[in-house]
């Protein structure tokens, strides 16, 4: 959708015939001051996009430049008015909004979560393909979600990066990720500095875990023993093969679209994301049989 122009035409349309979509992707339009100034000084360079909607006009595309102009108490606004449905119109918002880094990373995950999840109209390649983005830079946007809301909010505003998210995501444990991620932020971590950071902290949870087996009284039976054994040994493997998916992400980015070696990578990953599918499931059907679930 993106490489196609849009058919409709160019007019000019009363502002108090025009509102916000309901589909927005940003609650928060951000400081309009300068965008305000800059309008009022050379006019709006560029037509918002709009589609009729019950006899008014929604924004598809250009709230803020709406925004600015209605506050700058402008009667009428220049649009480019196109006929779409709720699917292509969320499509286009999408589109210039990741062009324009318009989103930070968990408004991007949000929107990317909505149009798969929330409304249903396609699969992560499907939405990659109409944004333009590969799958991974789609999948590892919304594992962000994943995350505390207090490490998203680090990283909506800019104190951690994505990519220190996605390190903390190998821990287990939310109290320690939003510990992670606090001390992350307040010390401004690399991203190697935290993956060093988690993999420590992994090691020691493994090691204390052995000691409490090791110091469990006679009175546990070997098969108690066995079973926590059990879990903890399915919970480290499921984390390595998430700590892989990531490394083999990383990798896929490194190398251009249609290369073959690309695709034979896609394809260990979906092997790769199938076996930690299972993993999952095995353990979750494994603590339910031992009364833990």
Not at 83 to 94: G, H, R, V
Not at 169 to 182: F, H
Request: aromatic letters at 6%; a negative charge.
């Amino acid at each position: 959708m993106s490489s196609q122009p849009l058919a409709g035409f160019i007019d000019e349309v009363k502002i108090n015939e025009t509102h916000l979509s309901r589909q927005a992707l940003r609650e928060d339009l951000g400081n309009l001051d300068e965008l305000m100034a800059s309008i009022d000084k050379v006019g709006l360079l560029q037509p918002i996009i709009v589609r009729p909607v019950e006899g008014e006009f929604e924004v598809v595309a250009g709230n803020r430049r709406f925004t600015a102009c209605k506050r700058l108490g402008w009667i009428k606004i220049l649009c480019h008015i196109v006929e779409l449905d709720d699917k292509e119109a969320f499509e286009i918002s999408l589109i210039e909004n990741v062009q324009r880094n318009m989103l930070n990373h968990i408004e991007e995950a949000q929107a990317f979560k909505k149009y798969v999840d929330g409304y249903g109209w396609g699969g992560v390649s499907d939405l990659a393909r109409r944004i333009g983005k590969t799958q991974v830079y789609v999948s590892r946007r919304l594992r962000l979600l994943n995350l505390p809301k207090d490490v998203q909010n680090d990283i909506a505003n800019n104190r951690l990066s994505s990519s220190v998210g996605e390190e903390i995501l190998a821990l287990n444990d939310q109290d320690k990720q939003v510990e992670i991620g606090a001390r992350a932020a307040e010390e401004k971590l690399s991203r190697s500095e935290v993956r060093t950071l988690v993999k420590k902290i992994r090691d020691d949870e493994l090691e204390s875990d052995d000691l409490f087996v090791d110091s469990l009284p006679y009175s546990y039976s070997s098969l108690e023993q066995q079973q926590r054994i059990t879990d903890r040994a399915l919970a480290r493997s499921i984390a390595a093969l998430k700590i892989s998916l990531y490394r083999i992400d990383d990798a896929i980015n490194l190398l251009e679209e249609g290369w073959v070696v690309r695709q034979i990578l896609f394809e260990h990953r979906k092997e790769l994301h199938s076996h930690i599918d299972a993993l999952m499931t095995l353990r979750k059907r494994f603590s339910k049989s031992q009364g833990r679930v």
